[in-house]
């Protein structure tokens, strides 16, 4: 079941790395297609039933997320049946501070948070990359009894699972498995719309990017070929997704908000953004959405407190 972890064999020698180079690189290395993926990933249990894919943020810090992840399972007593798998997507500025192979995929600074596709070995869409880590927690010959596959992630995470969650292709293994695919979006700076509308007045000719990928439709990444934007929305509001809100995450000034004016035009912070991107869903699909917003008393921008708080729980684990 485990022949597509492939461990890391040695361990990083740096002491110190560039102000902008990711601090730790994971363990372990999964094989894709076009190369291989760093990935931090959980003691196996003996019988695996739910996979929980943890997206780190800007920081790229995939084993604090796994972490993360692995004390949320533990506090929810769902440790024995859960793999808890942590990608990395790094970039060419990690690649120059550690000793890396070159096998491994890295992309251009945070060209990854979009979809945009790996510099090396070969080129891959950090979206189609999932598809394949998807794909293959989906083969019942390596994982004969996983049930679901949570997608999460906090901030810059949250904007990567948001933005997959809504361009992501149909996969016929994980249909043909039975396997159900939810998403977890926790606090991210921005979120995709599907038309001009925004909740907060502004400056159309000062913003002109507004609307652009990945805040709009316009200029979609290569990994969306084929699909309109009717479709996009369409397939969107159907999928399992789950809006992780912390409730004290009202700071305007927070160092890492986005505050640029397409983020700006979304709301003044992310407690708000993510209401105001709910209730726009909601008026769009008056039909009604596969899709729900929590809320968590107490927390502002922390991933762990989102986590491994009682909602945090019961979204990633259904208790």
């Known amino acids: ?23 730790e690189i994971s363990p372990g290395r999964l094989l894709l297609k076009e190369g291989e993926m760093a990935v931090g990933i959980s003691p196996a ?3 695996i ?6 997206i780190h943020g800007r920081l790229r810090n995939a084993e604090t997320y796994r972490q993360s992840a692995e004390r949320s399972a533990q506090l929810a007593g769902q440790s024995a049946n859960t793999l808890v798998i942590a990608p990395q997507f790094l970039n060419e500025t990690d690649i120059a501070q550690h000793p890396v192979a070159d096998t491994v995929l890295r992309w251009q600074g945070n060209d990854w948070m979009a979809g945009g596709l790996s510099t090396a070995p070969f080129r891959v869409s950090s979206y189609a990359a999932l598809d394949q880590i998807i794909e293959r927690i989906s083969d019942r010959r390596q994982f004969p009894d996983v049930k679901q596959i949570i997608i999460a992630g906090h901030s810059g995470g949250a904007q990567v699972v948001q933005r997959y969650a809504l361009l992501a292709h149909d996969l016929p293994a ?16 921005s979120y995709a719309y599907f038309n001009e509308q925004r909740p907060v007045a502004f400056n159309h000719a000062g913003c002109p990017g507004f609307n652009r990928w990945k805040y709009g439709l316009t200029d979609l990444p290569i990994y969306a070929s084929g699909q309109t934007a009717p479709q996009i929305e369409g397939n969107y ?10 409730q004290q995450d009202i700071d305007p000034r927070h160092p890492a908000l986005d505050k640029g004016c397409e983020a700006e035009a979304q ?20 039909q009604g959405v596969n899709q729900r917003l929590v809320e968590v008393p107490g927390v502002g921008h922390n991933g762990d407190g989102m986590f491994t708080s009682p909602e945090g729980q019961k979204v990633l684990f259904g208790q």
Not at 49 to 54: A, D, H, K, S, T
Not at 269 to 284: E, I, K, T
């Open 237 to 246: 509001v159907k999928r399992d997704v789950t809006y992780l809100l912390g």
């Open 45 to 47: 249990p003996a019988k």
């Open 174 to 189: 994980l249909t043909a498995a039975g396997v159900k695919l939810r998403y977890v979006v926790a606090n991210p700076s």
């Open 1 to 23: 079941m485990k022949n597509w972890l492939l461990m890391l064999l040695f361990t990083c020698m740096c002491t110190e790395a560039a102000e902008h180079a990711v601090k």
């Open 267 to 286: 709301g003044a912070y992310r407690l708000v953004r993510g209401q105001n991107y709910f209730n726009y869903l909601l008026r769009r699909n008056p």
């Open 49 to 54: 039933e739910r996979v929980l894919i943890i």
